[in-house]
């Protein structure tokens, strides 16, 4: 299973967006996704379970597995927390739910290595899954460190202004924090992109050409695109439904999951 973590601790800037795209991108390759929601907001788990705006996760969450493995030591539930999505056969989840954001701090009270959590959780379904995809909160929490622990490849979202590429440069040492300065294993994608937008646009490529990082940015910015927010609405796959064919932000979707699909091994 290659465990892939979608991270960056300002929100709004398409995390959960690329997490299910890629998701259903590399289902439809035929490969078996499990999605892992580790953000107390459940947003994505919400969008693959069809919950309507208001309503909460019902049956076991990702928070029976931390409470069970932190409290009661149980190492085994996580496989019966594995639910199928309604979205594709593909594709299964590890749901989440508010619940998590309080039991961070008992996380981080009980577990000597608070860090390694995650990773202890997931050793009995290493091999059910193509893929992992975690889908991260906006923050720097014990869930962000684990999830950054766990992870073999790791994706940085950011918009293309100032203040969120300003942002990257907190964000990437971070992982080298976490992961060590040798790990290089990461990738950032500049999302939301306005290609109208050109004299902000001239000031901010030469910005964004100084981070030392310039070569970790995927040479495709994923556009605007409303056909993004038509479709979470209506809990459509983006990548699969006939209307949404000719959408710009499917489309480079498509490039940045092939190129997982062909680069990340
Ligand atoms: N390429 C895009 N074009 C237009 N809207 C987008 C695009 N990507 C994301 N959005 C919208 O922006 C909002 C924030 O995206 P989301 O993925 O929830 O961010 P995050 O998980 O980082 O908080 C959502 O309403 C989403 O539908
Ligand atoms: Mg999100």
Redesign the pocket.
Known sequence: MIKITVT?AK???????TAINISCYLASQGKSVLILDIDPQA?ITKNFLDLRMGSKTEGLTMYDVFHKYVVESKKNIVKQVIRKTKNSDNISILPATLKMEQFKDSIFLHSKERSKVLGKILKPIQNDFDYLIIDCP?DLSVYVENSIDVADYIIL?SIFDFYSIDGLSLAIPLIWDIKGEEFENFIVLY??FNPRATKIQAELEEYSNQLESIDKIFETR?????N??NS?ANFINLMSDPTYKKSK?KIAYEKFGNHILTNWK
């Open positions: 960056n929100g709004g800037v398409a995390k959960t967006t947003n906006a979202p999302t939301m994923i556009p605007i695109d409303q993004i927010r979470q932000a």
